[in-house]
């Protein structure tokens, strides 16, 4: 091992059947340092992490931890943290009904015999020294996200970790949430703790990142230090290509001819939920492109859940195609040709345990009725078509939807919902947490859904994405809309000044 090095892995391979999911990858990680593990969605980046960390075995390779003689064994989670090797996931796995405190120390208390007062002073002191602005005896769910998040680091800080995995932290965060982590970040550098960063925000991998891996169809592109790599070469590395600029994807797309002669194909007035938004008036037109924009915990997902009637509407008037319907639960809104994308793909749209083929029917199957079951042969042709059509990366349409990577289960979930033909189609985030390839794959395709005629609320937190797919922005700040723009005002500073300068009752 190199004498810098905490961590070394090399050569790893893993297979599962039909896919090789790693192939002979090399990565370094050294003390103290921040490294960006990047990729697209089934690179291998979360391959290569369960393989570090003992979900799953290697089929071949050897890992190399500092402090150790020879190459290491890790064959369970176990293993990987009494080795020094710790994990805080996206999806935070705390239990938010204990205190941070015992959270800190969940598995390694006495139960009755345990000295609580001093695991609570202790608890503190940990929390003190990382500055996390929390209390040993408050309850997780009374901290913010981000907090929660930093309690995890604190819980792997405290067990002696070396390597500290980061697997996408940031992606429910606000920007002065992601700082704070940051700060928690480099303090931990400061102390020699090696940090794996997995995330789909450039931006921040430039910010914060000493070195960047890239991984491409499970095998190695390339390690790069950061200030050798440019975006756009990073981009390129990442989908195999050159890039050219990314922001001119509209002007590959026609528009839809008839766009402004028609009448509204769904409007609201009034429209207001029991999810705490301000009544709101809204409308959008066959073949556009619009959005909902601002901070995040603006209202922005409680708006679109109202108009599917995911959330309880409490009072409004719904219109589609110019006449009046009542929308109270979601099947109201499908029968209506309305389909809707949620923002939490594991909480509300993957079913878990079920093929790529029984995920991508469901809803169609839903309109249809249980007691009216498709043909088995007519499940496989929709699979296949959308497959085809989503270039979803499946070894077949009866694999678990669960084993694919996230860009690929965002794209079942979208052919689920294309599968049922909407008029209107409402995506929330459909973006978030995949990579770029895939972003650009599915922004393409809203573009040309408008073109031929469907309507589409496209909703994401990065503006810049925003910016390109929609012609229509309504922006809202605490749960209220207090613009809309359009035309030469979308811009990047325009977003920010309506939300800054909006509305001030």
């Known amino acids: 091992m190199n004498e810098k090095s905490v961590l070394e892995l090399r050569d790893i391979h893993k297979s599962f059947p039909g896919v090789r999911a790693l192939q002979g990858v090399d990565f370094t990680l050294c003390e103290g340092e921040i490294h960006a593990l990047m990729g697209e969605n089934g690179a291998g980046k979360s391959t290569l992490i369960k393989v570090l960390t003992g979900v799953y075995g290697k089929d071949e390779g050897h890992i190399f931890l500092k402090g150790n003689e020879g190459e290491v064994s890790i064959r369970s989670p176990q293993d990987a943290q009494n080795l020094g090797i710790s994990t805080v996931y996206q999806e935070i796995t705390l239990c938010p009904n204990l205190s941070v405190a ?88 400061a102390r020699k703790v090696g940090i794996i960063f997995v995330t789909h925000f450039l931006d921040q991998v430039y910010e914060v990142c000493d070195r960047i891996t890239v991984l491409r169809d499970g095998k190695l592109v390339g390690q790069y230090d950061i200030k050798e790599l440019p975006r756009v070469q990073l981009v390129s590395k990442m989908l195999g290509k050159e890039m050219d600029d990314l922001s001119d994807i509209k002007g590959e797309q026609k528009e839809y001819k008839d766009k402004e002669g028609k009448a509204p194909v769904f409007e609201a007035e009034g429209l207001v939920s029991n999810a705490g938004i301000k009544p709101f008036d809204f409308h959008i037109k ?120 996230g860009g690929n289960q965002q794209k079942v979930i979208l052919g689920r919902w294309l599968l049922t033909h909407p008029e209107y189609l409402i995506l929330d985030e459909p973006t978030r947490g995949i990579d770029v390839g895939t972003k650009v794959d599915i922004q393409k395709l809203v573009l040309k859904l408008a073109s031929e005629g469907m309507s589409v609320t496209f909703i994401s937190s990065e503006t810049d994405e925003m910016l390109r ?3 229509r922005l309504v922006v809202m700040r605490d749960r209220k809309v207090v613009g809309e723009l359009s035309g030469e005002e979308l811009s990047q500073n325009m977003i920010m000044s309506t939300i800054a300068g909006g509305d001030k009752e």
């Open 286 to 405: 066959k073949g556009e492109v619009n959005g909902f924009t601002g901070l995040l915990g603006s209202g922005r997902s409680e708006c679109v859940r109202a108009i599917f009637g995911a959330d309880r509407v409490l009072g409004g008037n719904v219109k589609m195609n110019g006449k009046s319907v009542k929308i109270a639960k979601p099947l109201d809104a499908m029968k209506n040709g309305i389909a809707y994308l949620p923002e939490d793909r594991k909480k509300d749209g993957i079913v878990g345990d079920l093929s790529v083929r029984e995920n991508i029917i469901l809803a169609a199957q839903v309109l249809k009725g249980f007691f009216k079951p498709f043909k088995k042969s007519d499940t496989y042709k929709f699979a296949d078509e959308y497959i085809k059509l989503l270039d979803i990366k499946t070894a077949s349409a009866d694999t678990p939807i669960k084993s694919l990577s």
């Open 102 to 189: 015992e959270n800190m120390y969940i598995g390694r208390t006495k139960g009755f015999g345990q000295n609580w007062k001093k695991m609570n002073a202790d608890a503190d002191k940990i929390l003190e020294s990382l500055e996390i602005p929390a209390k040993a005896s408050q309850q997780l769910a009374s901290c913010s996200l981000a907090v929660q998040q930093m309690v995890a680091i604190a819980r792997a800080v405290d067990m002696d970790c070396k390597v500290l995995i980061l697997d996408e932290p940031t992606s429910s965060l606000d920007e002065q949430e992601v700082e704070k982590l940051f700060k928690l970040m480099r303090d931990l550098k």
């Open 469 to 471: 797919t929609c012609s």
